[in-house]
């Protein structure tokens, strides 16, 4: 018997240190997370910390007695709007709040019109209403520009309009009804949003403008990538397998390309959000998605130069070696240009298009235009290698075209932001 309480002891003292083992190996693990992970365990203790306070609602007596079986709305409420970012709540909160406030006070409305008329014309005054107010409000949800800020709004509304109008029916205090549930949501809410903007907030404005930072940075390694990979000696190319940095410049530009849906999520959510930091209430967030336009449009032109250059029919190793000179200018010239427009952005300051980036650009370009006018001069291309060079000349002067319209645009995102004037050395 001795032996067998000494045996369990053993065994519950090794659970136990597997236990604590564990436990300080995720605490280790967590160190290491990277920004983003950190962020998703803060949202994840946020969430469970606006439980805790809402389940409070029917943990304390006295509160329990005011809000009775409703508290539960307070809780659902706190499920459906908590969201990653601080703007994503509040905008969902107030969409709650709003459709809630009309379609009960017009679903009480219907149901009181209702039984004032009474009979059968009591169900067709309901009848009429929910197939209207339904209608018009599923409608609105399909245009596009109500759709983007207000569906989650116009969804509430149909249905707190439909529970308040149909339930009148069967229901005698249903103004007291509406006004009750009305109360543990807004409960609900305030709790969202105490937590949600008070407790490490994360900000849609500051990931949308970092973001956006850094789509230059990486732009600006694929040029440099690309254009290495262009000079490399053609023996060295055909016997190298594609290395590790080949494939991370790639997948950084396709990221930067299929970040139309990200960028306008982080912009929608951002507007919602109070004033906080540099950020005010009306910042031109629309700038900064047109912005993003812009990059998208450089970041095709990249993938396009990467698939010439990628292409069998390349010129020799001898006329790439040629046009290294060209090659070095345009890639240094590029990536100057775009990192110092992602620093402009990243540091708020307003780069000096005008004088500093027009001249450097208008260099570039004419260093590249007389090697693609005497590819055009020429009746008849004497191989494909000068179609493969003449390709990729113009590759080149698309990007210039466009760095330039991007660089105006930053400008523009500069000016309408009150950015302080960047100080260059160049």
């Given at each position: 018997m001795a032996a067998a309480n000494v045996k369990k002891s053993e065994n519950g003292t090794r659970i136990f240190g597997r236990v604590i083992k564990g436990l300080v190996s995720?605490?280790?693990?967590?160190?290491?997370?990277?920004?983003?992970?950190?962020?998703?365990?803060?949202?994840?203790?946020?969430?469970?910390?606006?439980l805790v306070l809402v389940s409070l609602l029917y943990f304390i007596k006295p509160m329990y007695d005011q809000v009775g079986q409703n508290g539960m709305w307070a809780i659902m409420t706190v499920v459906v709007i908590f969201e990653f970012y601080a703007g994503a709540t509040l905008g969902k909160g107030i969409n709650r709040g709003i459709g809630?406030?009309?379609?009960?006070?017009?679903?009480?409305?219907?149901?009181?019109?209702?039984?004032?008329?009474?009979?059968?014309?009591?169900?067709?005054?309901i009848s009429s209403t929910v197939f209207f107010f339904g209608a018009v409000a599923t409608y609105c949800r399909l245009v596009p520009r109500l759709k983007k800020r207000y569906d989650y709004g116009f969804m509430i509304f149909i249905l707190t309009f439909n529970l308040v109008a149909i339930s009148?029916?069967?229901?005698?205090?249903?103004?007291?009804?509406?006004?009750?549930?009305?109360?543990?949501?807004?409960?609900?809410?305030?709790?969202?949003?105490?937590?949600?903007?008070?407790i490490c907030p994360i900000w849609a404005s500051n990931e949308l403008h970092y973001s956006t930072a850094s789509k230059f940075h990486k732009l600006?390694?694929?040029?440099?990538?690309?254009?290495?990979?262009?000079?490399?000696?053609?023996?060295?190319?055909?016997?190298?397998?594609?290395?590790?940095?080949?494939?991370?410049?790639?997948?950084?530009?396709?990221?930067?390309?299929?970040?139309?849906?990200?960028?306008?999520?982080?912009?929608?959510?951002?507007?919602?959000?109070?004033?906080?930091?540099?950020?005010?209430?009306?910042?031109?967030?629309?700038?900064?998605l047109e912005v993003g336009e812009h990059l998208r449009e450089l970041a095709a032109t990249l993938l396009s130069l990467n698939a010439c250059l990628q292409s069998p029919k390349q010129p020799s190793a001898m006329k790439r070696q040629a046009l290294k000179e060209h090659c070095e200018v345009f890639m240094l010239?590029?990536?100057?240009?775009?990192?110092?427009?992602?620093?402009?952005?990243?540091?708020?300051?307003?780069?000096?298009?005008?004088?500093?980036?027009?001249?450097?650009?208008?260099?570039?370009?004419?260093?590249l235009s007389?090697?693609?006018?005497?590819?055009?001069?020429?009746?008849?291309?004497?191989?494909?290698?000068?179609?493969?060079?003449?390709?990729?000349?113009?590759?080149?002067?698309?990007?210039?075209?466009?760095?330039?319209?991007?660089?105006?645009?930053?400008?523009?995102?500069?000016?309408?932001?009150?950015?302080?004037?960047?100080?260059?050395?160049?």
């Open positions: 995720s605490v280790k693990e967590m160190g290491k997370m990277k920004r983003s992970d950190k962020r998703k365990v803060i949202h994840s203790m946020k969430v469970g910390i606006a809630t406030l009309l379609g009960g006070a017009v679903g009480c409305f219907a149901a009181i019109l209702a039984d004032r008329i009474g009979g059968i014309g009591q169900y067709f005054i009148g029916v069967r229901m005698d205090k249903v103004v007291g009804m509406a006004v009750d549930r009305l109360t543990t949501i807004g409960i609900g809410f305030a709790i969202c949003i105490s937590v949600s903007l008070f600006a390694t694929t040029i440099q990538g690309c254009l290495d990979e262009y000079l490399k000696i053609a023996s060295e190319k055909e016997n190298q397998v594609a290395d590790s940095s080949s494939i991370d410049y790639i997948k950084a530009c396709k990221s930067v390309l299929n970040s139309k849906f990200i960028d306008e999520s982080l912009a929608n959510n951002a507007k919602w959000e109070p004033w906080h930091g540099r950020f005010g209430l009306y910042y031109p967030w629309d700038i900064y010239s590029m990536g100057w240009i775009l990192k110092e427009l992602g620093e402009g952005i990243e540091k708020m300051e307003l780069c000096q298009t005008k004088d500093l980036i027009n001249p450097k650009l208008e260099i570039v370009k004419l260093l007389p090697r693609l006018s005497a590819s055009c001069e020429m009746e008849v291309l004497e191989s494909g290698e000068e179609l493969a060079i003449a390709s990729f000349n113009f590759l080149l002067l698309e990007i210039v075209d466009k760095v330039e319209k991007l660089a105006h645009k930053v400008q523009d995102l500069g000016e309408a932001a009150s950015f302080p004037p960047r100080k260059i050395d160049v």
